[in-house]
C-alpha cells in the first residue's frame, strides 16, 4: 500500500513538474521572440537627406533598409575629418547633432520625414544624414504588469526579458530596482513613467533612448504579452510588439515587418497614440483624431481578436487594418493588403459564425467585377480566409429581434448595379450534401424589400413604434427616402443628405438604355444609415451623413467631389423627418462612419473617417471618435 501511494506522489509530482516546466519553456520562448522583434523595430542604418521642404524631408532609406512608418532618426552634419598628429592615419569626425525626425511615409528605396526636433537656428540641407544608432540602445524596463496573468512571476519573468533583451546585442538594459532608485531622487512615481517630465529625467538623468512597458493580457484561451516603446527625446509611442505563449507567430507590431515585400507597395498610416487638434479648430474633451496619410474609404466596429473588447477596423482601397483603442489613441495589431488589383468599396464585421471572433466582410471590386471575401483572425493571431471570390455586395445591418446584427448580401446586376434580389446569409450547412463539405455561408431568406433597391445607403426600421418597419434609403440624387415595404413614398428629404465619392464602373449586359450613350456608367457607392433605438419610449435616432460638393464641381455631374462632410441625428415625428443634432462641418468629405463601444468602454462612440482631397483627388484622411448619447 505504502510503495503504491509513494509510486502515486511520485507520478502525480513528475506530472505537475512536467507541467511548470513546459509552461516556463513557453514563456521562455516567448520572451526570446519578443526580444527579436523589438530588435528588428531598430535596425541600424544611415542615410543621406535628398530634399527638404519646409517641415518635411525626404531621405534615401526605404523599406529596403528596415524603415517603416514612426521610425526616429537623429539627423547629423558630419564635421572635420581628423587624423592622428604622428602617422596621419584618419581617426574619424565629430559629428555635430540637428535634431529628430520622424518617419510618415515609406517606400521602397526612399521616406518622407517630418522634422520633430532642430537645434535652434540650423537649417536641415540636402546633404544632412539620418541614422539610427548603431551603439547599443539604453532601454529603461519597469516590472512588466501581469494583470490577471497569474501564472507568472512578474519579477522574474522582467529578469528574463532584460537577459533576453541584452543577448540581441542591440539593448543594454535598465531594470527596475535603478530606475526606483533614480526616479525616487527626483519625486517621480513607476506608475508615471511615461509622463513627459519622467520621460526628460529618463534622457536627461540616465541617457535612457527608450522605455519599454511590458504587460501580460489574456486572450482567449491564450497569454499575451504587449511592449509598448516609447521615445524618451520625444514621448512618441513607436511601436508596439504583441506576442503570445502558445502563438509564436505573433501579430504584427505597430510598425510594418520592414522585411516583408508586401509593406513595400503601400504607405502605412500614422496614428499618434495621444490624439492631434484638427487643424485651426481644438477638439472637444473626450475626442480623438487619428491621422492617416492615405486615403481610407471604410471603417467597422467589432471584436475581431475575441478579447470581448471592440477593435476599429479600416479599409482603403487595398489594404486592411485592425486597430484597438486604448483609451487615449488608437494602436495597431494587424494590416494586410487586399491583393493585386484590389478595389475595396465597402467593410462589414460581425461575429456571423459565432466563435467568439467578429468576420471581416470585405466588398472588393477586381476590374470589372465583384471579387469579395470574408476573413477572420484566429486564436493565434493570423488572419484566414473563410470564403473569397465571392460575387456579392456585403452589409451588416442590426435587424430582427434585439437588433442583432445580420448579413446580407446582393449579387452584381445585370442592367445596374443593384437590381438583384438582397438575401441575408447565415453560417450552416448546405443542402444534403453539406454535411460532407463542413459548414459555409449559406443564403437564406431576402431581406423582403422590393427589388432594384441598393443594399447601400439602406436599412430597415420601425419608425412609428406599430411593429412593422419601414425601408429607410439615400439614394442617387443625395435625397432620403421612406418606403413602406410594398415601396410605396411615405417622406422625402427636402434638404441634401448623402454623397458620395466613392464610385465603380459599371457597363449594362445587353443593348444601353436609349438615353445612355455611354454604356460605362460611373455608380456612387452610398454609404451608412445607422438607427440607434429609443430609450425614452420614442421614435428611433437615425444617423445619416451629409457631404457637401465643392463649389467647383457641377451639379448635373455624379462624379462631383465633396469638400465638406458632417453627420447629422433625425427622428420620425409621425409626419416626417426632423432635426435632432449635427456634428459641426469637417475638412473632407466622410467615406464612412461607425458606432460602437472601444477598448471595452459601456459608452457608445462614433467613429467618423473623413477624406480630405486635393484639387478632387483623394490624398489623406483622417478619424474622429467621440462619445455619444
Given at each position: 500500500m505504502w510503495r503504491r501511494f509513494c509510486i502515486l506522489g511520485f507520478l502525480l509530482i513528475t506530472m505537475v513538474a512536467s507541467e511548470a516546466g513546459s509552461q516556463e519553456s513557453a514563456f521562455t520562448e516567448v520572451v526570446y521572440e519578443a526580444a527579436r522583434r523589438l530588435a528588428e523595430g531598430f535596425p541600424k542604418v544611415e542615410g543621406f537627406i535628398v530634399g527638404v521642404d519646409g517641415t518635411?524631408?525626404?531621405?534615401?532609406?526605404?523599406?529596403?533598409?528596415?524603415?517603416?512608418p514612426g521610425m526616429e532618426l537623429q539627423v547629423f552634419r558630419?564635421?572635420?575629418k581628423y587624423a592622428h598628429p604622428i602617422t596621419g592615419?584618419?581617426?574619424?569626425?565629430?559629428?555635430?547633432?540637428?535634431?529628430i525626425v520622424r518617419v510618415v511615409q515609406v517606400r521602397d528605396r526612399y521616406s518622407v520625414a517630418e522634422?520633430?526636433?532642430?537645434?535652434?537656428?540650423?537649417?536641415?540641407?540636402?546633404?544632412?544624414?539620418?541614422?539610427?544608432?548603431?551603439?547599443?540602445?539604453?532601454?529603461?524596463?519597469?516590472?512588466v504588469d501581469p494583470s490577471t496573468v497569474k501564472e507568472v512571476n512578474p519579477k522574474s519573468f522582467t529578469k528574463d526579458l532584460a537577459l533576453a533583451l541584452a543577448k540581441t546585442g542591440r539593448f543594454e538594459v535598465i531594470e527596475d530596482r535603478q530606475l526606483r532608485a533614480s526616479m525616487m531622487g527626483e519625486g517621480i512615481a513607476m506608475e508615471n513613467l511615461a509622463t513627459p517630465s519622467a520621460l526628460k529625467a529618463l534622457a536627461e538623468k540616465l541617457k535612457v533612448n527608450l522605455l519599454v512597458l511590458g504587460k501580460l493580457t489574456t486572450?482567449?484561451?491564450?497569454?499575451s504579452l504587449d511592449l509598448d516603446v516609447i521615445s524618451t527625446l520625444t514621448g512618441n509611442r513607436l511601436l508596439l510588439v504583441t506576442t503570445r505563449v502558445g502563438a509564436l507567430e505573433p501579430r504584427p507590431a505597430a510598425m510594418p515587418n520592414p522585411g516583408s515585400p508586401a509593406e513595400a507597395s503601400a504607405p502605412a498610416p500614422v496614428l499618434p497614440e495621444a490624439p492631434s487638434p484638427v487643424p485651426a479648430d481644438p477638439l472637444p474633451p473626450g475626442v480623438f483624431r487619428a491621422d492617416f496619410d492615405i486615403p481610407l474609404r471604410a471603417v467597422a466596429i467589432a471584436d475581431v481578436d475575441g478579447d470581448r473588447r471592440e477593435d476599429l477596423i479600416f479599409a482603403s482601397a487595398d489594404r486592411l487594418f485592425v486597430y484597438t483603442f486604448t483609451g487615449q489613441g488608437f494602436r495597431l495589431i494587424?494590416?494586410?493588403?487586399?491583393?493585386?488589383?484590389?478595389?475595396?468599396?465597402?467593410?462589414?464585421?460581425a461575429d456571423i459564425n459565432g466563435n467568439?471572433?467578429?468576420?471581416?466582410?470585405?466588398?472588393?471590386?477586381?476590374?470589372d467585377r465583384l471579387s469579395s471575401f470574408v476573413l477572420e483572425m484566429t486564436k493565434k493571431g493570423q488572419m484566414e480566409r473563410l470564403w473569397e471570390k465571392v460575387n456579392l455586395f456585403f452589409r451588416v445591418l442590426p435587424l430582427g429581434e434585439g437588433g442583432a446584427k445580420q448579413l446580407y448580401g446582393q449579387p452584381f446586376g445585370v442592367r445596374s448595379p443593384f437590381d438583384q434580389s438582397i438575401h441575408r446569409y447565415s453560417w450552416g450547412r448546405k443542402g444534403i450534401f453539406g454535411y460532407l463539405k463542413g459548414k459555409q455561408y449559406v443564403q437564406g431568406p431576402p431581406l423582403g424589400v422590393p427589388r432594384g433597391f441598393s443594399l447601400y445607403g439602406l436599412t430597415l426600421a420601425d419608425l412609428n413604434g406599430d411593429g412593422r418597419e419601414e425601408i429607410l434609403a439615400v439614394e442617387t440624387g443625395d435625397t432620403f427616402k421612406v418606403y413602406d415595404l410594398n415601396g410605396r413614398l411615405l417622406h422625402e428629404t427636402s434638404d441634401g443628405i448623402g454623397g458620395s465619392d466613392t464610385l465603380v464602373q459599371f457597363k449594362p449586359a445587353g443593348k444601353p438604355p436609349s438615353d445612355t450613350p455611354d454604356a460605362t456608367q460611373a455608380v456612387p457607392i452610398q454609404g451608412r444609415i445607422l438607427v440607434r433605438p429609443s430609450t425614452d419610449g420614442l421614435s428611433p435616432m437615425i444617423l445619416v451623413w451629409h457631404n457637401m460638393p465643392s463649389i467647383n464641381s457641377l451639379p448635373q455631374d455624379i462624379s462631383r467631389f465633396h469638400n465638406k462632410g458632417k453627420i447629422v441625428a433625425l427622428r420620425w415625428n409621425g409626419a416626417g423627418l426632423e432635426k435632432l443634432w449635427e456634428t459641426r462641418e469637417l475638412r473632407g468629405y466622410i467615406a464612412d462612419y461607425a458606432v460602437g463601444e472601444l477598448g471595452g468602454e459601456r459608452a457608445q462612440h462614433l467613429v467618423i473617417v473623413v477624406v480630405q482631397t486635393d484639387k478632387g483627388q483623394p490624398r489623406s484622411s483622417y478619424v474622429l471618435a467621440f462619445p455619444i448619447p
Open positions: 518635411k524631408v525626404l531621405i534615401d532609406l526605404g523599406t529596403k533598409d528596415g524603415v517603416y558630419e564635421g572635420e592615419q584618419p581617426l574619424g569626425t565629430l559629428d555635430k547633432g540637428l535634431g522634422v520633430i526636433r532642430r537645434v535652434e537656428g540650423v537649417e536641415l540641407v540636402p546633404g544632412d544624414r539620418a541614422r539610427v544608432s548603431g551603439a547599443r540602445l539604453l532601454v529603461a524596463l519597469p516590472v486572450v482567449g484561451e491564450d497569454i494587424w494590416q494586410q493588403e487586399a491583393g493585386p488589383g484590389a478595389s475595396i468599396i465597402g467593410l462589414d464585421a467568439g471572433r467578429a468576420e471581416l466582410f470585405v466588398t472588393n471590386f477586381l476590374g
